[in-house]
């Protein structure tokens, strides 16, 4: 979409006004939250908000499906691109544990090469994957070869890589975010799924999978609010019927996990944002190196830089004078976790579809959630 302007105004003639439940949470915050999920026509909603100490609140809205299931907390979502920050966590603590190099050359882990074609003698790295800068981006190959699972090697071969080299310019990719995955269960030898279970959610007591067949309970679909979907873009009860593969060590098939797979409600987010914002499952030395700006997003979006698998957001309206985070946006659903490192507090929103409407990178209404519960009040934002 490129007319946002015009989005924008037909968005405002859809129909809003759902009720949002937010026992627990402060209730000014609460009536700014559902103004602004309403505001953006927002189909249904979990949020948590959180500090320090953990869970500060929750609030749950509108349905996970069309017609009727309400959603709750306990509501799970396929996440999208928030994927990519608990790979970075994932990431961080194998390097922390000595099990990986994000400067080493991945070919030392892979069982193919991986270069740039016209860069044949410069190593491509764990850092450039996570950071958007290996000169890698979707093209044609890999958009229609991950939905028929093509092997990662042969994508290669085609259309996946920029007119840039290596290191020397950000751009996007979701291709590249899910290499990073595939070179993590290389190098550890174990199944990408296995490896994130070990590794991150069973030390944070989080329950999460990149496989709808194993989320236990409710998950979510999402829908394209404009145009309207008849149907679900992400169809949940069709995704759980989709055969299992085997948990064994695949690169060539695992690139299709790490981008934005994961499937997690907003409690068990807030958890993963909580070892992303204060020392604890991660050194501190470990976060620095998550937040460090390696580039900016250029023409993209001027208050945003790239860090490891980290979005950096500075902005005059906040109070702190840079926050973390990433989002995601797929299927219609937009979703959200930031948070404010310098005053310990953050939120994860997961919606089943709302405006996609976007200044530069940032959804809108990610950004109205960051001014509402990030922001300085006093702003007029």
Same mark, same amino acid.
Not at 11 to 23: D, E, Q, T, V, W
Not at 99 to 112: G, M, Q
Not at 287 to 304: D, I, K, P, Q
């Given at each position: 979409?490129?007319?946002?302007?015009?989005?924008?105004?037909?968005?405002?003639?859809?129909?809003?006004?759902?009720?949002?439940?937010?026992?627990?949470?402060?209730?000014?915050?609460?009536?700014?939250?559902?103004?602004? $999920?309403?505001?953006?026509?927002?189909?249904?909603?979990?949020?948590c %908000?959180?500090?320090?100490?953990?869970i500060?609140?929750?609030?749950?809205?509108?349905?996970?499906?069309?017609?009727?299931?309400?959603?709750? +907390?306990?509501?799970?979502?396929?996440?999208?691109? /928030? =994927?990519?920050?608990?790979?970075?966590?994932?990431?961080?603590?194998?390097?922390?544990?000595?099990?990986? #190099?994000?400067?080493? #050359?991945?070919?030392?882990?892979?069982?193919?090469?991986?270069?740039?074609?016209?860069?044949?003698?410069?190593?491509?790295?764990?850092?450039?994957?996570?950071?958007?800068?290996?000169?890698?981006?979707?093209?044609?190959?890999?958009?229609?070869?991950?939905?028929?699972?093509?092997?990662?090697?042969?994508? $290669?071969?085609?259309? =996946?890589? *920029?007119?840039?080299?290596?290191?020397?310019?950000? +751009?996007? =990719?979701?291709?590249?975010?899910?290499?990073?995955?595939?070179?993590?269960?290389?190098?550890?030898?174990?199944?990408?799924?296995?490896?994130?279970q070990?590794?991150?959610?069973?030390?944070?007591?989080?329950t999460?999978?990149?496989?709808?067949?194993? /989320?236990?309970?409710?998950?979510?679909?999402?829908?394209?609010?404009?145009?309207?979907?008849? *149907?679900?873009?992400?169809?949940?009860?069709?995704?759980?019927?989709?055969?299992?593969?085997?948990?064994? !060590?695949?690169?060539?098939?695992?690139?299709?996990?790490?981008?934005?797979?994961?499937?997690?409600?907003?409690?068990?987010?807030?958890?993963?944002?909580m070892?992303?914002?204060?020392?604890?499952?991660?050194? +501190?030395e470990?976060?620095?190196?998550?937040?460090?700006?390696?580039t900016?997003?250029?023409?993209?979006?001027?208050?945003?830089?790239?860090?490891?698998? *980290?979005? !950096? $957001?500075?902005?005059?309206?906040? %109070?702190?004078?840079?926050?973390?985070?990433?989002?995601?946006?797929?299927?219609?659903?937009?979703?959200?976790?930031?948070?404010?490192?310098e005053?310990?507090?953050?939120? =994860?929103?997961? *919606?089943?579809?709302?405006? +996609?409407?976007?200044?530069? !990178?940032?959804?809108?209404?990610?950004?109205?959630?960051?001014?509402?519960?990030?922001?300085?009040?006093?702003?007029?934002?």
């Amino acid at each position: 979409m490129k007319n946002w302007g015009l989005y924008r105004l037909i968005l405002g003639f859809l129909p809003a006004r759902r009720k949002m439940n937010a026992s627990d949470m402060p209730k000014a915050d609460a009536g700014a939250v559902e103004n602004v $999920l309403n505001k953006h026509r927002c189909l249904g909603a979990s949020l948590c %908000l959180f500090d320090q100490t953990g869970i500060t609140g929750t609030a749950a809205f509108g349905v996970s499906h069309q017609p009727g299931t309400a959603v709750t +907390e306990k509501t799970v979502f396929r996440a999208a691109s /928030v =994927s990519k920050f608990v790979t970075a966590l994932g990431a961080m603590k194998l390097k922390e544990q000595g099990r990986l #190099d994000f400067d080493r #050359d991945v070919n030392e882990y892979l069982p193919f090469s991986l270069r740039h074609p016209k860069a044949p003698d410069t190593p491509i790295t764990l850092r450039m994957l996570l950071s958007h800068t290996a000169g890698i981006h979707d093209g044609v190959d890999y958009n229609t070869g991950i939905v028929k699972n093509v092997p990662m090697s042969e994508l $290669l071969r085609g259309d =996946s890589f *920029t007119g840039h080299l290596p290191g020397e310019k950000w +751009e996007y =990719s979701n291709f590249g975010a899910g290499i990073a995955g595939a070179v993590m269960e290389a190098a550890a030898d174990r199944d990408f799924e296995t490896l994130m279970q070990e590794t991150v959610f069973h030390p944070l007591g989080v329950t999460a999978t990149y496989y709808p067949q194993k /989320v236990q309970g409710d998950l979510a679909d999402a829908v394209r609010i404009l145009p309207r979907s008849k *149907t679900p873009n992400f169809n949940a009860a069709e995704r759980r019927t989709r055969p299992m593969p085997p948990a064994e !060590v695949n690169p060539e098939a695992h690139y299709n996990l790490a981008h934005g797979s994961l499937c997690v409600s907003a409690p068990e987010l807030a958890k993963l944002g909580m070892a992303g914002m204060k020392p604890g499952f991660l050194a +501190e030395e470990s976060l620095e190196e998550m937040r460090h700006a390696v580039t900016r997003f250029g023409e993209r979006a001027s208050n945003l830089s790239q860090g490891i698998g *980290t979005f !950096v $957001l500075h902005d005059g309206y906040f %109070l702190s004078p840079l926050l973390y985070g990433h989002q995601g946006m797929a299927y219609g659903a937009v979703h959200g976790l930031f948070f404010d490192p310098e005053r310990q507090r953050g939120f =994860s929103l997961l *919606t089943t579809g709302a405006s +996609e409407a976007r200044r530069g !990178v940032l959804a809108d209404l990610n950004f109205e959630m960051i001014c509402v519960l990030l922001g300085d009040k006093d702003s007029g934002r």
